[in-house]
Structure formats: structure tokens, C-alpha cells
T-cell receptor, first 112, second 113 residues
């Protein structure tokens, strides 16, 4: 069966510090991968998606970047965090012929 | 443009009450429609889906029917439980090779004993 992992689960970082969040998927090949942000009490904002290794599409211009160095690994990064980067970050995947999304457990980021 | 609009929350019900959360969408063609549920502190998980007009998705006592004529996919449950307290998201597949979906803003449901 397929599983999706995210780490860390929680993170508290000072403004201006770098960020690296990791997402990995097991049990499937060539998934589509997504990063979402969910602000407190709000809906989902799609940040990035990837249909293959090294292929990244950005949905919203911002302080973040994404990379996909391996087929089942998706990384969200920032060189300098802003207060507004605080939120709950969710990684998700879909298969190549389906649009059902499978979400990871999320990372709660607090920028102080 | 393409969008998903769902009933604003929060919704508060007593245990065993009937639940309806409205969802309407705009789209061309026949996209897949979904309801996802998010329990506190967790990621979203698929609750149910429907892939064509008049399909009924169902799971854990929840149901939603794909209504092409009204472009709706309302979520219903006949008797809610305290454990159903969560945020519910309606979503529409974007019919792209990238498997993207458009999500509603979520509706928070609280069920009181």
C-alpha cells in the first residue's frame, strides 16, 4: 500500500532563517506531488506541484521554492522565512491516471 | 473561471441531527467531485467521491450525489456523531494531466453531545 510521510511534524523558526520541509511517498512510482499551505482557520492554497523529477510548477509567487530531486521526494524550501510563512503545510500525491489526492500528516510551521 | 463554493461555517449540531453541507462548482465537462475530511491536527483524507453525473458517493454514513443540472455535490448524513466533528472540504478535479484539484474553503462542523 502507499504511504506518504512529512517531516518535521512541527517547527518553530525565527524570521530570516532558512526552511526545508521534506515529503516522501512510498509504494507508488511517478506520482504527481503537491505542496499546499493552510493558514489558521482557512482553506488550502496550492503552492507548487510536480509531474516528474526536476519539474516544478509554481502556483503563487512568494518567498518559497520547491524541488523534486528524486521520483518520490518533494522538498519545500525558503532562504529567509517571513512571519507570513507561518501555517500548516501539507504534501499530497496523486497517481498518473487519477485525481484523488492523498495527503500527508502535515507540518505546522510557526515563524516568530 | 473554475471554482468550488461551499457553505460557510462554522456549523454546530447536536448529536443525531441531520447534516447538510452545500457545495456547488463551476466547470466545463464532467469533472470528478470529492469530499475530504480533516480531523484536528491532521492532513486531509478522502471521504467520498463521484466521477460522473448522478453518481452517489458514500462512506461512513455520509452521502453526496453528483448533480450536473444544478452543478452541486451536497454532503449529507442522517445522524451525526461527536466523532464527525472536523473540517469538510469539497473539491473538483481539474481534468488536467497533473491531477490537480480545486478545493472549497472548508466548512467546520462541531457536533455536541
Amino acid at each position: 500500500s502507499q504511504t506518504i510521510h512529512q517531516w518535521p511534524a512541527t517547527l518553530v523558526q525565527p524570521v530570516g532563517s532558512p526552511l526545508s520541509l521534506e515529503c516522501t511517498v512510498e509504494g507508488t512510482s511517478n506520482p504527481n506531488l503537491y505542496w499546499y499551505r493552510q493558514a489558521a482557520g482557512r482553506g488550502l492554497q496550492l503552492l507548487f506541484y510536480s509531474v516528474g523529477i526536476g519539474q516544478i510548477s509554481s502556483e503563487v509567487p512568494q518567498n518559497l521554492s520547491a524541488s523534486r530531486p528524486q521520483d518520490r521526494q518533494f522538498i519545500l524550501s525558503s532562504k529567509k522565512l517571513l512571519l507570513s510563512d507561518s501555517g500548516f503545510y501539507l504534501c499530497a500525491w496523486t497517481g498518473q491516471r487519477t485525481d484523488t489526492q492523498y495527503f500527508g500528516p502535515g507540518t505546522r510551521l510557526t515563524v516568530l | 473561471g473554475n471554482s468550488v463554493t461551499q457553505m460557510e461555517g462554522p456549523v454546530t449540531l447536536s448529536e443525531e441531527a441531520f447534516l447538510t453541507i452545500n457545495c456547488t462548482y463551476t466547470a466545463t465537462g464532467y469533472p470528478s467531485l470529492f469530499w475530504y475530511v480533516q480531523y484536528p491536527g491532521e492532513g486531509l483524507q478522502l471521504l467520498l467521491k463521484a466521477t460522473k453525473a448522478d453518481d452517489k458517493g458514500s462512506n461512513k454514513g455520509f452521502e453526496a450525489t453528483y448533480r450536473k443540472e444544478t452543478t452541486s455535490f451536497h454532503l449529507e448524513k442522517g445522524s451525526v456523531q461527536v466523532s464527525d466533528s472536523a473540517v469538510y472540504f469539497c473539491a473538483r478535479g481539474d481534468n488536467t494531466n497533473a491531477g490537480k484539484s480545486t478545493f472549497g474553503d472548508g466548512t467546520t462542523l462541531t457536533v455536541k453531545p
